[in-house]
């Protein structure tokens, strides 16, 4: 059973840091393709990165420069460390992961999912 895991959201002011991880079982991370989504009040589910199983990153054209998406295959982890935040990053960030080559940027192409993490940046 594929259980992802998500940590390390939490409050921060504009202009900080935070790195959220995402802890995986029943898979092995660096067989799937992972990703991360965030999805913000009345918004909908947008993607923010993902990290090909060969270890190509991808990023939402806003978050390149700002978000490194990376992984830890020995401890089946991936993060994200999130650098010079704004309060429009403000939203709750899920972890997801399929398996194969495919880096799709869309919710429904993946079937795993974690629980979320809220990261809020205050002005």
């Known amino acids: 059973q594929v259980r992802l895991v998500e940590s390390g959201g939490g409050l921060v002011q504009a202009g900080g840091s935070l790195r959220v991880s995402c802890a995986a079982s029943?898979?092995?991370?660096?067989?799937?393709?992972m990703v991360w989504f965030r999805q913000a009040p009345g918004k909908e589910r947008e993607f923010v990165a993902a990290?090909?199983?060969?270890?190509?990153?991808y990023y939402a054209d806003s978050k390149e420069g700002r978000f490194t998406i990376s992984r830890d295959n020995a401890k089946n982890t991936v993060y994200q460390q999130m650098n010079s935040l704004k309060p429009e990053d403000t939203a709750v960030y899920y972890c997801?992961?399929?398996?194969?080559?495919?880096?799709?940027?869309?919710?429904?192409?993946?079937?795993?999912w974690g629980q979320g993490t809220q990261v809020t940046v205050s002005a």
């Open positions: 997801a992961g399929r398996s194969g080559t495919v880096v799709a940027g869309t919710p429904d192409a993946y079937d795993d």
């Open positions: 029943g898979l092995t991370s660096s067989s799937y393709t």
């Open positions: 990290i090909s199983r060969s270890g190509g990153t």
